[in-house]
C-alpha cells in the first residue's frame, strides 16, 4: 500500500487524519508518516501506519475496525 498526501484515514480510537507526506527518519532512514490531527503535525513510522495487527479487541477502539488506521473511503 502506497500513501499519499491529503489523503485521510480513520484511526481506531475514532478521529480521522490527514497524510502530509512520508519521511525519513534522519537517524535511522526509516520511513515515518507526517500527519495533521486537531491542527497538530504527528509522526509514527510507516510499519506501524501500515500494521495489520489486530487492534479490534481493544477497550478504546470506538471504532470496530481491525487495523490502527484505514484509509477513508471519497
Known amino acids: 500500500m502506497q500513501i ?8 481506531f480510537k475514532g ?4 497524510v502530509v507526506c512520508v ?6 532512514l526509516e520511513d ?3 500527519y495533521t490531527h486537531n491542527n497538530e503535525y504527528w509522526v509514527r ?3 506501524m501506519f501500515l500494521s ?4 479490534s479487541k481493544r477497550p478504546d ?5 481491525t487495523y490502527r488506521f ?5
Open 4 to 11: 499519499k498526501p491529503n489523503e485521510k484515514y480513520r484511526h
Open 15 to 18: 478521529s480521522v487524519i490527514t
Open 23 to 28: 519521511a525519513k527518519n534522519s537517524e535511522t
Open 32 to 34: 515515518m508518516v507526517v
Open 45 to 47: 513510522p510507516l510499519a
Open 52 to 55: 495489520k495487527e489486530d487492534v
Open 61 to 65: 477502539n470506538v471504532t470496530g475496525q
Open 70 to 74: 484505514v484509509k477513508e473511503e471519497e
